[in-house]
């Protein structure tokens, strides 16, 4: 085995801060991110949250068609974050993927309010009284899905990027939790106006202004983020994917796994600054964990290039491209948790807005809520629940028991409170199925408690999960790390219309009509698996190891302020 003189660069700066104004810690460019972040996410949320009921009555789609399509749509919204956290992770930085996906997305507000306004571009409008109903034609649903494609692929390249960009802005960890604090905070908070304000005037006013407003409220954004430019932290992208290297350590993995492994840490790679005797003997060896990659970093004769120095890529990789694959594949179970989360909660958001449309939505004599608008309970109780928790009950645990409650204790909160928001919603509905055989109307307010719920429990999940990974995730995936969430919650979307069809085939539970059906059964379903995937989740966080998250910390500040 060969045994020459190493070099090793892996204290080399992931990213390389290009220029920056930003010497406060952050706080400078702390309000250009969240401004422009919550005038992003009210104007998606203006058309978003009303978008069945706008496919329904624009687009004369039946309900449970319209449902699964919200739940498509969406579901491409937050796998589109994984794509821009790799672009920004490997090409372009979260700069440039922010301000490139937030024009998109105004494209796409635009052609969408096209079809509001050009008549030709939707199909002929239903009445109640009348017969003649055509359905949307293959160029009306290719225009509305094109402007859906490009709304939804806008801004899903924002939503997430924003997150990790402002957590890049900040050294410390504690710092870093507030910002995701207020991140989710600015986020709900949007929604709910856009929920309210927004879908009012779309239901009472017209469609066309409505949509405006929402590209006004992104050209704000956009706006607003361009402004703080200067105060940035700005990192730079690596000059080659931190994908293609975790590809190359299966490959180098493979290519050796008839060799045996060594003990001794010098015998693997760890990069390209010259080591001396006493730096030698310093060298670790590889993590236990997945010892088959060892390999991977296990040096052999022919794996450098002809200079002895630089490694032939696909032949050899170093210890720490190793140990971040490692990390990825121990991080892999938890992520399958937040998959089975939020499985019930997309099909509780998109059958609370069915529910609503067969409920009195009356306040007062002359004020309707539109049925879109049930979200905001959600919405309000997470915003109360983080600012509470934020400025009560996290500073009182750090007071009392002299510790600060971890991401994943966070998370296992929000699985609990979940359980019980999908007990109630079946409760609630058994009752609003009873009150409509009797011809009385079930108050849409009854929907409350349990979105309420649900909203509590976001404040504790949400955060948890986008703080647990950040904490976590390989030093040059931190883009990728706050986009994991999306991508649970968009293959999510994509699983509840899978149990929405599976139950539409297999029972009768989910008819045209849900008045004939019964939906507390389908919530008694999800409430179950909801109970089935907290067990699932103590076991995978009883077998979790975090890793060293201070020395974590202290690399990361090495690689930010290094100049």
């Not at 971040?324 to 939020?342: A, R």
């Not at 995730?473 to 929405?500: C, E, R």
């Not at 507390?520 to 890793?547: H, M, R």
Request: glycine fraction near 8%.
């Amino acid at each position: 085995m060969e045994k020459s003189v190493q070099f090793v660069d892996e204290g080399a700066p992931n990213h390389v801060q290009s220029s920056s104004t930003n010497n406060n810690g952050g706080w400078t460019s702390f309000p250009f991110i969240i401004g422009s972040m919550a005038g992003l996410s009210l104007a998606a949320a203006g058309w978003n949250n009303n978008l069945i009921v706008y496919l329904i009555q624009e687009f004369n789609m039946n309900s449970v068609s319209a449902a699964k399509v919200y739940n498509m749509a969406n579901g491409c919204s937050t796998i589109f974050p994984i794509l821009g956290a790799v672009v920004a992770d490997s090409f372009l930085g979260c700069f440039s993927v922010i301000w490139i996906c937030s024009l998109i997305s105004l494209l796409g507000v635009l052609l969408l309010t096209f079809t509001a306004a050009i008549d030709t571009l939707r199909p002929t409008k239903c009445f109640d009284d009348s017969n003649d109903c055509r359905n949307a034609s293959t160029f009306h649903l290719t225009i509305l899905y094109a402007a859906l494609a490009l709304a939804y692929l806008g801004n899903g390249g924002t939503r997430f990027t924003i997150g990790s960009m402002g957590a890049n802005q900040f050294n410390k960890p504690n710092h870093q939790a507030i910002f995701f604090n207020w991140y989710t905070f600015a986020l709900y908070t949007s929604n709910i106006i856009g929920s309210t304000v927004l879908l009012y005037i779309e239901d009472n006013v017209s469609w066309v202004l409505g949509f405006a407003i929402c590209g006004a409220f992104n050209i704000l954004g956009l706006g607003i983020f361009l402004s703080g430019q200067r105060f940035y932290r700005h990192i730079e992208a690596q000059q080659e994917s931190p994908f293609m290297g975790l590809a190359r350590v299966f490959v180098a993995a493979i290519r050796k796994h008839r060799e045996p492994l060594s003990l001794g840490g010098e015998d693997y790679y760890h990069g390209m600054k010259p080591l001396d005797s006493a730096t030698r003997t310093d060298l670790k060896n590889p993590s236990k964990f997945f010892r088959f990659l060892n390999r991977a970093a296990l040096i052999r004769e022919g794996d450098k290039k002809p200079d002895r120095v630089t490694a032939e890529p696909w032949k050899l990789c170093t210890v720490q491209q190793v140990e971040d694959l490692k990390i990825l594949i121990k991080l892999f179970p938890i992520w399958t948790t937040g998959l089975f989360l939020y499985t019930p909660l997309v099909i509780q958001s998109s059958l609370a807005v069915l529910q609503a449309l067969k409920m009195d939505r009356h306040l007062g004599s002359n004020f309707k809520i539109p049925a879109g608008s049930v979200i905001v309970f959600t919405l309000i109780a997470t915003c109360i629940t983080i600012t509470f928790a934020d400025r009560f009950i996290f500073p009182l645990l750090n007071r009392c028991i002299r510790t600060s409650m971890t991401p994943l204790q966070r998370v296992g909160i929000g699985h609990v409170l979940t359980v019980v928001s999908m007990a109630f919603s079946a409760l609630v509905e058994s009752k609003r199925i009873k009150l409509s055989k009797s011809l009385v109307p079930m108050s849409v307010f009854w929907l409350a408690p349990q979105l309420a719920i649900t909203g509590i429990g976001l404040a504790f999940h949400s955060p948890g999960y986008v703080g647990f990974y950040y904490q976590e995730f390989p030093g040059s995936l931190k883009s990728t790390s706050t986009a994991m969430v999306a991508l649970f919650v968009g293959a999510a979307f994509y699983f509840g219309n899978g149990v929405m069809d599976l139950v539409q085939r297999v029972t009768g539970w989910l008819p045209e009509n849900i008045d004939n059906g019964r939906l507390d059964y389908v919530f008694w379903v999800i409430c179950v698996l909801g109970a089935l995937d907290f067990v699932y989740y103590l076991v995978c966080t009883s077998l979790y190891e975090y890793k060293n998250v201070d020395q974590e910390l202290n690399d990361s500040i090495d690689k930010i302020d290094r100049n």
